[in-house]
Each structure stands twice: as structure tokens, then as C-alpha cells.
């Protein structure tokens, strides 16, 4: 098995076979999207034709959704996947929550929490699309002031209750909208039914994958885990590779990969992220160069689907640092490719 070709091509990173950016966030279930800018390139690189202004089209219409879901961080989903999605992570995302807030020293009682809520959606109902300055400017005609750090937990926990999802996209500013607006009625599903379309659009997206694998990405507990695999029933398999077992889906793309492709790849990409053990495609020795202990993601080259080097996204030229290999070839025509993606 070549783990890391295969990756390569169930990541999409590989001859993509999509050409707009809703299909790719639908075939991974959801997608990192810490970095607001660079949440695009993660996408579009993706398609067949990246495009910034298609992203956009998408995002603003409601067809791609960016919210608070697994593990309490950023994601994008689909439309279509948000409200099973979001019933099915928002329990373990709003205790992984509540522990950093108790870390943090800040207790929001429920009333507290009720009435702040009510005030957001209000805002964003008036505004259709609204920023965080406008949510202060909303609660300080209502007498009410809090810091940053509060405001945000308060944002964050409607995300998670399904009130605010992302509103339109902005060059550098999140902003927020009524779910029930922007994403549109809820669509609840059997919850056996959502782990099994959970299992089956990790693993048909990250494959190779292990259980723990799985595990980390999706936050749930192991049972919930094990679960999901097992309601895929003959539809998935086992490899062992390197002494660990991996699951692969039956119909698992094997075929397109080509020697000698570079592939300037976002921070907080699924290409790393998606991973609790990310050796196959990152050597130990320069585990520090891609993601440090505290979660900071960095902007990585690849080459053949081996991490290899850093690159600088917000320069005028593409800045390449190699710490693996022996790469003495310039990335222009890569670095071309992301300048057009920004102009369309």
C-alpha cells in the first residue's frame, strides 16, 4: 500500500475530481478553517480550477458554512451536513468549551448566557450580516459591556446551540448570521444514521486512516467512534501497513498520482490536522517546522505528499525554506498557481 499517494488522492490534493468548492467541503464533512484567509486556499486547491471568487459565491450564499463544531475549533461544512452535524459534535464541543472557560476563570451563568444569546440573534436578524463591533455596539445601546474574551465564548456558544453561523465573507473579518436564515430549516436525522455518514466521509476523504485517527479529528469518545465504522459495514476494510491497521473505504481511489508534484499547502490543512499521527507524511525530526505543542499550524510545502518546507503565503514572493531533501528547483509555477486562484 502507498499510504501516502493514497492520501494524496482521497485528499483531493491529487488529480481532483471536483469543480466547485461546496462538493469538496461536502466530501470531507468539514474541513479545518483556522486561518481566515488561508481557509480558502484549502479549498480551492482543491478543485480543478481554484478560484477565490467562486469560494466567495458559495460562502456568501449559505452553500458553505464556517462555525465552532469539533473539538471546539473552527470548521467548514456543507449546508446540506450542518444541522446533523451540528447535533451530533455540539455536545462534546460546548464541554471541550466550557473546560477552557473554567481554565479561563469566566462563568457565564445562564441567564446571562440566555439573554446575551437573544441579543445576538436580534442583531443579526436587523443586520443579515453582522461583525463583532456591531455585537458591542448592540449590547452597549442595551447598557451592557463585557470584554473581548467573554463576547467571543458568548459567540461561540451560539454557533454551537445552532442560533449564529457565518455570515458573508470578508478580506479579513469574520462575520455572523442567523442559521435559520442563512442555512435554512433543520434537517435532523437518526443519530445511528449520523455516525455512519460521519465515519464514511472521513475515511473516504483522510484514507489511509486509523482509529485513532478518527478519534482525534472527530472529538467524539471511542465507542461513538467504533461505532460509526461498524455501521459502514462491508463498505470499508482493514490494511495493515507499518505494523498499525488502517481503514480504507471499498471504493477508495488509487489511481492518478504522479511523481515529482510540489503542493503549497495551508496552515491548519486536513492534510496534517486530520491526524492524531501525522509520521507518514511529516519525518519526527521536523514535526516543529509544521505545528508546534500549542496547536500553531504552519504554512508547509510538499513534495510527492512528503512534508518538506514552509512558504509564505502574505509575501510578495512565495519565500521557500526546505528542511527536508534535497530540493534545489524553484516553485514559480506553483507560486503562479496560488497568485491566479487570488485574482479570480
Known sequence: MNAVAIRLLNQQLAA????????????????????????????????????????KATFDGGQIIRLHLMRGT?????????????????????AVTRGWMSSNRISI?????????????QTAADK????????VKALAERDISMDAHRLSYHIRMAEMSGTLCSG??????ATNALSAEKVGPKNAIDRDEALMRFARKYFQSHQPATLEDFVWWS??????????????????????WNG????????????????GKFLLIPPYDEYLIGYKSRDIVLPQE??????????????IIAHDGIICGNWAPFKSDCQPIFFEGNHSTDLQSEWQAYQHYLEK
Open 16 to 55: 481532483p475530481q471536483f469543480g466547485d468548492p461546496v462538493e469538496v467541503v461536502s466530501h470531507f464533512g468539514a474541513m479545518q478553517a483556522q486561518e481566515y484567509r488561508m481557509m480558502r486556499w484549502a479549498v480551492a486547491m482543491r478543485t480543478r480550477r481554484p478560484s477565490a471568487r467562486a469560494f
Open 74 to 94: 473552527w470548521q467548514l461544512v456543507s449546508r446540506d451536513d450542518y444541522w446533523w452535524m451540528l447535533d451530533l459534535c455540539a455536545p462534546k464541543a460546548m
Open 109 to 121: 451563568p445562564e441567564e446571562e448566557h440566555m439573554s446575551i444569546r437573544d441579543i445576538l440573534a
Open 128 to 135: 443579515r450580516s453582522v461583525t463583532k463591533e456591531d455585537f
Open 168 to 173: 458573508d465573507l470578508l478580506p479579513m473579518q
Open 219 to 240: 472529538g467524539l469518545n471511542i465507542s461513538d467512534c467504533r461505532k460509526g465504522i461498524a455501521l459502514l459495514g462491508d463498505s470499508i476494510h482493514v490494511e495493515k
Open 244 to 259: 498499525r491497521e488502517f481503514y480504507l473505504t471499498n471504493d477508495c481511489r488509487s489511481r492518478g498520482f504522479r511523481k
Open 286 to 299: 521536523h514535526r516543529h517546522r509544521a505545528h508546534n505543542n500549542s496547536g500553531i499550524f504552519q504554512p
